[in-house]
């Protein structure tokens, strides 16, 4: 469990310094926006990046060269800094240009994929890393409620232990959890339920001088209970 706990915590707060940078990044592409200066500009080539040494058409990305004039009149060209394959835009088209009025060498295409990708990238990355890190807590979160709520609640009943095992699903530290499997016949129903302990990071074996564990049960639906594992000693750290 505590193994879980920690790989969720890990992967949201990746994904929460993620998705910071990328509102940072939005911020900073809004505030950019709103102070340049439009016009219009034409793609004069292509330029190709190849993708991890690859020559070939497939493992590369296309960059479009755009030459416009700023409001003094001079002609400015740059390379867009996103490239995509299939090229987003062919030679000879006129397109939309962002530049700082004090700088207009730092111009940019006003595109979607040219202007968000950073925000876009970050973002994705960012929500499924943290619904991962949710995805692993939850659960765990909801559990430990559960159980707590059972402690207070849950009808107490003596159910026979059946089986100690090991749980390969649970390890941490190159060892397996163990679980205490018990039963118990529900006197009302005639019905035999049987019940699985939380994760015990220790062979329980020994200290099952009992024949008999308590779990706390929700009358209303059995399978919803807690196994009161008081009687075991506290593992070490």
Do not use: C
Not at 9 to 27: E, P, Q
Not at 144 to 165: F, N, S
């Amino acid at each position: 469990m505590k193994m879980f706990g920690s790989i969720s915590i890990l992967f949201a707060l990746i994904g929460l310094v993620l998705l910071a940078i990328a509102a940072f990044a939005y911020d900073r592409t809004t505030g950019f926006i709103d102070t340049a200066l439009s016009t219009t500009g034409t793609v004069v080539e292509l330029t190709r990046s190849s993708q991890s040494g690859s020559s070939s058409g497939g493992g590369s990305t296309y960059r479009p060269v755009v030459r416009f004039q700023d409001r003094q009149g001079t002609t400015i060209e740059f390379v867009a800094s996103v490239g995509s394959n299939p090229p987003s835009h062919r030679p000879g088209e006129t397109v939309e240009v962002l530049y700082p009025p004090d700088d207009p060498h730092k111009a940019t295409l006003r595109s979607v994929l040219q202007l968000w990708f950073t925000e876009i990238l970050l973002g994705g990355l960012g929500s499924l890393f943290l619904l991962i890190g949710l995805g692993f807590s939850l659960p765990l979160v909801l559990s430990r409620r559960r159980r707590a709520r059972l402690h207070h609640t849950g009808k107490p009943v003596q159910t026979t232990v059946t089986d100690v095992h090991q749980d390969s699903r649970f390890s941490a530290r190159g060892r397996h959890a163990y679980r205490i499997t018990t039963q118990w016949q529900n006197p009302r129903t005639g019905k035999v339920h049987v019940f699985t302990s939380e994760p015990v990071w220790f062979d329980p074996t020994d200290y099952l001088n009992r024949s008999h564990v308590t779990v706390l049960i929700d009358p209303e639906r059995p399978n919803r209970y807690a196994m009161d594992l008081s009687f075991l000693p506290e593992p070490a750290n």
